[in-house]
């Protein structure tokens, strides 16, 4: 566990261990577990607007034309798709 030393104003100060004191904490604890609150709360956020930009991508794939690769109702063999045209 790593020390960091932070600075508050007189105001921030007794508001923080304040509300420290009523939950029972140290305003270490407090201030920590503010800190780990927001950090995790950055991380989920960013990792749920990641997986929406992967499923928007996806629908975008899945809303875009079809490709018609049937000729006269079969599908083409491996020489007739690789055939150069």
Do not use: W, Y
Not at 54 to 77: C, H, T, W, Y
């Amino acid at each position: 566990m790593k020390n960091l030393t932070i600075s508050l104003d007189d105001e921030t100060h007794q508001l923080s261990r304040v509300q420290a004191a009523a939950k029972g904490i140290s305003m270490s604890r407090f201030i920590a577990d503010l800190v780990r609150e927001r950090t995790h709360a950055s991380t989920e956020a960013d990792a749920a607007a990641e997986r929406q930009r992967r499923l928007d991508a996806l629908q975008r794939v899945f809303d875009a034309p079809k490709l018609q690769i049937s000729e006269n109702g079969r599908m083409p063999n491996s020489d007739e798709r690789n055939a150069r045209r």
